[in-house]
């Protein structure tokens, strides 16, 4: 049975329930004693999920259903039969009020709080410390879902939906491995291989086993499958990782699987703390990132980190804001792993131009303002100095810009003197696709001007050409696009 409370004391000894985050718990209520109040058909649905508990079950009420009175007779559960008094809470650890009547309700669990035995009002979460969740039974294994009183309906919902995902096979499987659970780490000791081993076994040939209804031959093949694992060592590997540029949405299904695996996680500064909540809790997170005019990594010292980890047989994830192989040298650390032997795969992830840009309701393309996009990065001033500006100043195309913002007065300067003209729209994006997400229009005799007075902040991505003015209609996610004062912009004369 899962348990989730946040208790308070209040003058009045109530227990009060805040919407906010609350702590699962699964109980055993083996042996002890549980006391419902209420004997119709909502205390004994109460009841009838109390009973595969083991608890002992003392039911309180002038009269009960004909289901209650059974099981009453049966001896699996005690009958009060009378009005409640406060002393029935002696002795008791957990108490549910399905009375219906919100007087009682709020005496039983007032004397409940002084006693600070944990209370569930039924459909009352102000008068509850603790919630009964939606529960998806697959023995031994169990999922409890809580809106902590919020949405129930929600939450029966969310569970039909588990439910249609989770074969009836997991219950068997989950048993299987908890019989073999100390063989399994007496033969591997690693958590490593331990881990690697485990996944195999609820994915691989044991679990389809199980599925077919042959216990038999699914441990006969767990054994066959440990004796292998034992014997053969282990080694390490690297996974690229692209974590998208922010919103843990955009992460793929694969970075998800990789990051659920991992040992080992070397991040980048910029990957968003909601897409690091999404890894292995028991991982180790080291941050490898770089910033402009702050904290550097170098690049050398990443390639020997992935390298010592690997060697030490870890799963090692190097995750990288947006994509790997755009402007995050992803090709560098491949041809590392490559000249040292070590096994590795890409994920990709969206990069932050076609993320940010889509976040702000910027087409890249458009068969009539754009028909091709140039992605450049501007993050040092020699990036800057070799690009071809002539190419990039003339003709129509979009041109998005990463890492720019520290040199947005070389860009403005470059592309209004190579002839692009002063009216040409642009649209900064700073933290695209996160919840602090920010657009600033204008046009690009403005550029620097707006976005000095906006003081815009990296992460941020410049959008420059005709596509850019569609923000302003087409904006969906966070706030409108911020527009630049009138007294504020005015054409940057080129130096």
Excluded at 56 to 82: E, F, M, N
Excluded at 184 to 199: H, Q, S, T
Excluded at 251 to 265: F, P, S
């Amino acid at each position: 049975m899962g348990l989730g409370y946040r208790y308070f004391p209040t003058s009045a000894a109530l227990p009060s329930l805040v919407c906010m985050n609350l702590y699962p718990l699964f109980a055993n209520l083996s042996g002890k004693r549980v006391l419902v109040v209420g004997g119709g058909s909502v205390g004994e649905r109460k009841i009838a999920a109390l009973r595969a508990t083991g608890a002992d079950i003392v039911v309180g009420a002038p009269s009960i259903t004909a289901k209650l009175a059974a099981w009453v007779a049966s001896g699996s559960v005690s009958h009060r039969q009378a009005e409640f008094e406060d002393g029935w809470l002696d002795g008791v650890w957990l108490v549910i009020a399905a009375t219906g009547d919100r007087a009682v309700n709020r005496r039983i669990a007032t004397a409940a709080g002084l006693r600070r035995v944990f209370v569930n009002v039924v459909d009352d979460a102000e008068l509850s410390s603790f919630q009964v969740p939606a529960v998806v039974d697959r023995q031994p294994l169990m999922i409890a879902i809580s809106t902590a009183g919020a949405a129930p309906v929600l939450a029966r919902q969310i569970r039909e939906r588990i439910e249609s995902l989770l074969d009836a096979s997991l219950g068997p499987l989950a048993s299987l491995a908890a019989r073999y659970r100390q063989r399994i780490r007496a033969r591997l000791a690693d958590p490593g291989r331990r881990r690697d081993f485990l996944e195999g076994l609820f994915s691989g040939p044991v679990a389809a086993c199980l599925r077919r209804n042959r216990p038999l031959d699914a441990e006969r093949t767990l054994e066959s499958a440990l004796d292998e694992a034992a014997s053969n060592a282990s080694r390490g590997s690297v996974v690229l990782v692209g974590a998208g540029p922010g919103d843990p949405g955009l992460l793929t299904l694969n970075g998800l699987r990789a990051l659920h695996q991992a040992d080992v996680i070397l991040h980048d500064r910029l990957v968003s703390t909601e897409v690091l909540a999404l890894a292995r809790r028991d991982a180790l997170f080291i941050e490898v990132g770089k910033q402009g005019g702050g904290t550097h990594t170098p690049q050398d010292h990443i390639h020997a980190l992935m390298l010592e980890n690997a060697n030490a047989g870890k799963r090692v994830v190097r995750l990288k804001g947006g994509d790997p192989f755009v402007f995050g040298r992803g090709g560098e650390e491949l041809e590392f792993l490559r000249a040292h032997d070590v096994d590795y795969e890409v994920v990709p992830g969206i990069t932050a131009a076609i993320a940010s840009a889509a976040y702000a309701g910027i087409p890249l393309t458009h068969r009539d303002l754009a028909q091709s996009v140039h992605f450049v990065t501007a993050h040092c001033r020699d990036s800057i100095d070799t690009l071809d500006w002539c190419a990039l100043a003339g003709g129509r195309d979009t041109l998005a810009i990463y890492m720019g913002v520290g040199s947005l007065v070389r860009i403005q300067r470059q592309l209004i003197a190579h002839g692009r003209s002063t009216q040409t729209a642009f649209a900064l994006i700073e933290s695209g696709s996160r919840t602090e997400q920010r657009v600033i229009r204008g046009n690009l005799g403005e550029l620097a001007e707006g976005a000095a007075t906006h003081a815009v902040k990296s992460p941020a991505v410049l959008i420059v050409g005709e596509v850019a003015h569609m923000a302003d209609a087409l904006h969906w996610f966070g706030q409108p696009p911020l527009t630049i004062p009138h007294d504020a912009a005015h054409v940057l004369r080129a130096a």
